[in-house]
């Protein structure tokens, strides 16, 4: 679910908000390295309203929103290891029709979300097609490229409907080749399971983090120290993900 209607040309909106309080008492440790995870799996599984939660604090009810068309994006700017990392996180599509357009932003993705409803085993049982489409970018075994992967069971405000218990989703995680990093959480109630420093989001930036050939290559030439001083807050803006494929931008995974 997604809390904006998008009609093409397909406009994302982007939302930079950045802590000032590390680059004002020592301007040195001011970095900014790009980061690029792509949250994916069935259609109201919850990838928006976790995505929304993770970088607005912010949940809306179903009422408020509607399908995701295509592929969204936000970016936030988050502390760890003592470096600013922008992480750029593609929201994509549920619906299989979608299907061929969300695959191509594997390529250039360094971490793989796959998000699946706690409450409906249907969304569960569809893990493998979609990891099989993982597997046709990234390869299996010894020879997959590296990306950090992470399945998450979602929804559990809703505990009285769970038909997928903990241990059968921390299962299958581990039964895949390579193991995926595994857990369970709440768009809705939030909390640190999502915007903690051991959340969701935080663990696969660690993961990444602890792989330097992972997102070296997406910041060759990048300056880590801000010369125009500390950054303040940004407006909103939009970007016309169109325009943007044809021109070659930089910032697509695709």
């Known amino acids: 679910m997604h809390h904006t209607a998008i009609d093409k040309p397909r406009i994302a909106h982007i939302w930079y908000t950045y802590d000032t309080t590390l680059a004002e008492t020592n301007p ?42 295509g592929v969204d994006f936000k970016v936030k700017v988050i502390e760890r290891k003592n470096k600013r990392w922008k992480l750029s996180i593609w929201d994509t599509a549920g619906q299989e029709r979608f299907r061929t357009l969300t695959s191509s932003y594997y390529r250039g993705a360094q971490g793989v979300i796959l998000v699946y409803d706690i409450t409906a085993r249907d969304t569960f049982e569809s893990l493998t097609s979609w990891i099989a489409e993982l597997d046709t970018f990234a390869g299996t075994g010894s020879g997959a490229k590296e990306v950090v992967r992470m399945i998450v069971g979602n929804k559990t405000d809703r505990e ?25 959480c709440s768009a809705k109630k939030g909390g640190e399971d999502v915007t903690g420093e051991d959340g969701l989001f935080s663990r696969v930036v660690d993961k990444i983090v602890e792989t330097p050939s992972l997102y070296m290559k997406n910041n060759i030439g990048v300056n880590s120290i801000n010369k125009k001083g500390p950054p303040g807050q940004f407006p909103s803006g939009t970007v016309n993900l169109d325009e943007a494929e044809e021109s070659g931008g930089g910032w697509c995974a695709c």
């Open 160 to 184: 009285f409907s769970r038909v997928v218990s903990t241990a059968e989703g921390e299962a299958f995680a581990q039964a895949q080749n390579p193991p995926w990093l595994f857990m369970e």
């Open 28 to 69: 040195h440790s001011y970095t900014r390295l790009d980061l690029d995870a792509i949250l994916t799996g069935a259609s109201s599984v919850g990838k928006s309203s976790l995505l929304l939660r993770f970088t607005d604090e912010t949940f809306l009810s179903p009422d408020e929103t509607s399908a995701t068309i």
